[in-house]
C-alpha cells in the first residue's frame, strides 16, 4: 500500500501511547517516544508508526524528511472561551491599579462588557472572529479542543454561542468538544434572582441535548457568582438530561468546588488556584481531570499558582489549557502555558506533554480519537522546530511550530495558518 505522506528522521517521536486512557501521578513522568521514528498516513489515517529503519521498505506520494526534529500527537486545550464579541485592553488599568476581577465585575466590566459585545455582534461576526482565533490556536500545535458559550448569559445568545462552535465544527476538521456555560455569571437584569437566572439556563438543557449543541455542561463556582448548593443542583439537573459536567472550581476562594466536582463525576474540575489540600489528595482516588490554567494565574499577576505538584503527587492527573477568554487570559499560545508550567507549577517536561494530550484529551471525552498517536487513528500531527520534547517548555516566547497535519493535511507551516 502506497501512503499519501511519509516523516522520516523524526528524532524524537512522542506517540504519548500509555494503552491507558488517562495518565496519573508518578506515570505523568514519562512519555512513550521512539528515538530515529517515522510516522505515515494514508487518506487522513495513520497507517504505519515505528522507526525509520523501519520505514525503508515503504513507498509514498510525499516522504518529508525531519532531519531529527520533534514529532508529536497536535495537542489538546481542554478549557476554552472560544466565542465572544469585542474585547476588554480597557480594564488594563484597572488591573495594573490592583483593582480584584470581582470588583471589576461589580462595577459592570469583566463578564457583563463581554456579555453586551457578544449580544450585539452577529451570528456572522462571531463566527468569523472565533474562526479567527481558532486559526491562531491551530498555528500553535492545537488540533483538538473545547469551547465553551457563556458570554451571552441568555437563551438567544447563548443558542447563538453554541450554534457557531457546532458550524465551526462542521466547516473546519478540527476535533471540538462543546461546552454550554450559561452559568458564567449573574446578568444584571437577574442581579438579584440568581436562583431563577439558573433555573431559565436550565430550561436551555433540552433544547441544547436535542440540537447536539453541547456535550458538557460547567458553571462558575465562586463566591459572588454561583453558590455549592447552586451548583450542585444546576449541575445534578445537566446530568439527568444527558450531559457531562464541568466546574470553574475555587479560582478566586476556596468554596469546596473541587470537591464537588469530585463527588459528582465531573470530567474535569478547572483553575484550583485556592484548592483546599483535602481536595488535592482527593484527585488521587478520583477519574476527575484537574484541569490547570496558568496562564490565567500570571496574567491577573497573582503570586499563588495551583497546586499541580500535590495532585501529581497524591497520584491525580493534570490536564493544561490556555483558558483563552478576552479577559484574564487573552492567549491562544499553550506553548506559553506549558513554559509557565515548567517555572510556576514545577512541572517536568514529561508530566507537561502529558497534560497537553493524552489527559487533555481525558478531559474533554476525547481521549478516543486525540491525545496520541496510534495506527488507525487520524493523522493529527505535529512537526516541532526543536530538537528534543525538552526544548519547547524550555525556550519561550516564541513559536516552535514546524508543521501542523490536521487529518493528514498540512494547515500550519513555520507557526502560521496556511489559508
Known amino acids: 500500500m502506497q501512503l499519501d505522506t511519509l516523516l522520516i528522521n523524526c528524532g524524537e517521536l512522542l506517540t504519548m501511547d ?26 487522513g489515517i495513520i497507517t504505519f508508526i515505528g522507526t525509520s529503519e523501519q520505514a525503508k521498505d515503504l513507498t509514498s506520494k510525499k516522504v518529508i524528511d525531519c532531519q531529527g526534529m520533534l514529532v508529536t500527537p497536535g495537542l489538546v486545550d481542554p478549557h476554552t472561551h472560544l466565542v465572544f464579541g469585542g474585547s476588554r485592553e480597557h480594564e488594563i488599568a484597572l488591573k495594573q491599579q490592583g483593582v480584584p476581577y470581582l470588583e471589576i465585575l461589580k462595577q459592570g466590566g469583566g463578564i457583563h462588557s463581554t456579555v453586551r459585545a457578544t449580544r450585539n455582534a452577529s451570528f456572522e461576526e462571531l463566527y468569523e472572529k472565533a474562526h479567527f482565533h481558532l486559526k491562531r490556536l491551530l498555528s500553535y500545535g492545537i488540533t483538538t479542543l473545547e469551547a465553551k458559550s457563556g458570554y451571552g448569559l441568555d437563551k438567544e445568545t447563548e443558542l447563538k454561542q453554541l450554534h457557531i462552535v457546532k458550524e465551526l465544527a462542521k466547516n473546519t476538521d478540527m476535533n471540538i468538544a462543546s461546552t454550554f456555560l450559561g452559568a458564567h455569571a449573574i446578568p444584571n437584569e437577574f442581579k438579584d434572582y440568581p436562583n431563577d437566572f439558573l433555573q431559565d439556563m436550565a430550561g ?39 450531559f457531562a459536567v464541568k466546574i470553574h472550581a475555587d479560582e478566586i476562594v476556596s468554596l469546596g468546588g473541587t470537591e ?128 528534543n520534547y525538552h526544548y519547547v517548555p524550555y525556550h519561550y516566547g516564541v513559536n516552535h511550530i514546524q508543521s501542523v497535519y490536521l487529518n493528514g493535511r498540512e494547515v500550519a507551516k513555520g507557526g502560521a495558518y496556511l489559508d
Open 18 to 43: 500509555h494503552e491507558t486512557t488517562v495518565v496519573k501521578g508518578e506515570q505523568m513522568n514519562t512519555v512513550p517516544l521512539i528515538k530515529d521514528g517515522a510516522i505515515g498516513w494514508k487518506d
Open 204 to 242: 436551555l438543557f433540552q433544547e441544547i441535548k436535542e440540537q447536539g449543541l453541547a456535550e458538557f455542561v460547567d458553571i462558575f463556582c465562586e463566591e459572588g457568582v454561583f453558590t455549592i448548593e447552586q451548583s450542585k443542583t444546576f449541575l445534578t439537573l445537566a446530568k439527568e438530561a444527558g
Open 260 to 387: 464537588l466536582a469530585i463527588e459528582l463525576g465531573a470530567a474535569s474540575a478547572d483553575h484550583l488556584i485556592a484548592a483546599s489540600d483535602k481536595a488535592v489528595e482527593m484527585f488521587g482516588s478520583s477519574e476527575t481531570v484537574a484541569v490547570l490554567l496558568p496562564g490565567t494565574t500570571f496574567y491577573l499577576n497573582k503570586d499563588s499558582y495551583a497546586q499541580a505538584r500535590g495532585i501529581i503527587d497524591a497520584g491525580g492527573s493534570v490536564a493544561l489549557a490556555t483558558d483563552f477568554n478576552p479577559g484574564s487570559s487573552p492567549t491562544e499560545n499553550i506553548q506559553f502555558i506549558m513554559n509557565l508550567a515548567m517555572l510556576k507549577l514545577k512541572m517536568t517536561c514529561e508530566e507537561i506533554w502529558n497534560a497537553v494530550t493524552v489527559n487533555a484529551a481525558k478531559a474533554i471525552h476525547k481521549e478516543d480519537i486525540a491525545g496520541k498517536l496510534t495506527v488507525g487513528r487520524r493523522a493529527d500531527v505535529v512537526v516541532w522546530n526543536a530538537p
